[in-house]
């Protein structure tokens, strides 16, 4: 059982390259959800997704665009890389009614 | 989502019960309070969580006063494996899909 899987794992952009995070989770789960680490920072959402086909804006929106393709994937798109967007990307899951929230194992992305 | 409150830092003996607290005065009726931890440079991993009695698992316990407006969660032998941050996380359980995690309390087990 893989859980939440999150590709790439490490990642080295220079500034105005584009990229796409992607995450996919076999739970069968309806929410998904990005969230951005900074170091020595808590978690700040970026986007989230309560089902196929739908997506919101989170805390943290600005540079970011999302892809709710199909129930099991929730891509997270840079369309032009900035410093500031360096951090460790996290991608989660949740079912409608669960108590639980997987995260999959995070993606460090630098920008230079 | 109700807001919620944490200190920053604590620090705990090998052993010993680990008390973290939690404040969420606006917390309404059909909110729980939930807990993660997220050990260094891996994602969150889920606690416990509660409504308004307390709760008890293999992990932790959770202690909710009685007008909910607090919590607190015991690790009640902590190790050194327990450093960690600790998140506290209110919400209903159903219908409010956007999950907010606040700065944690940075949690240092010492030997």
């Known amino acids: 059982n893989a859980g939440v899987t999150q590709t790439p794992k490490f990642q080295v952009l220079k500034t105005g390259q584009s990229m796409t995070l992607q995450c996919a989770q076999d739970?069968?789960?309806?929410?998904m959800y990005w969230y951005r680490q900074d170091p020595g920072m808590g978690l700040r959402l970026i986007y989230y997704?309560?089902?196929?086909?739908?997506?919101d804006k989170g805390e943290v929106p600005n540079g970011y665009n999302v892809s709710r393709l199909n129930k099991r994937e929730f891509s997270l798109r840079l369309e032009s890389a900035a410093p500031s967007q360096t951090s460790v990307y996290f991608c989660?899951?949740?079912?409608?009614?669960?108590?639980?929230?997987?995260f999959g194992e995070g993606s460090w992305l630098t920008v230079v | 989502d109700a807001k919620t409150t944490q200190p920053p830092s604590m620090d705990c003996a090998e052993g010993r019960a680990a008390n973290l607290p939690c404040n969420h005065s606006?917390?309404?009726?059909?909110?729980?309070v939930y807990w993660y931890r997220q050990i260094h440079s891996q994602g969150p991993q889920y606690i416990i969580h509660?409504?308004?009695n307390n709760e008890t698992n293999e992990m932790a316990s959770l202690i909710i006063t009685e007008d909910r407006k607090s919590s607190t969660l015991i690790l009640p032998h902590a190790t050194l494996r327990d450093t960690a941050v600790y998140y506290c996380i209110v919400r209903g359980i159903q219908g409010a899909q956007k999950l907010v995690f606040g700065q944690g309390t940075r949690l240092t087990i010492n030997p």
């Open positions: 997704s309560a089902s196929e086909g739908t997506t």
């Open positions: 606006t917390i309404s009726g059909n909110e729980y």
């Open positions: 509660g409504l308004k």
């Open positions: 989660a899951s949740r079912d409608r009614y669960g108590n639980t929230i997987y």
């Open positions: 739970m069968n789960h309806n929410s």
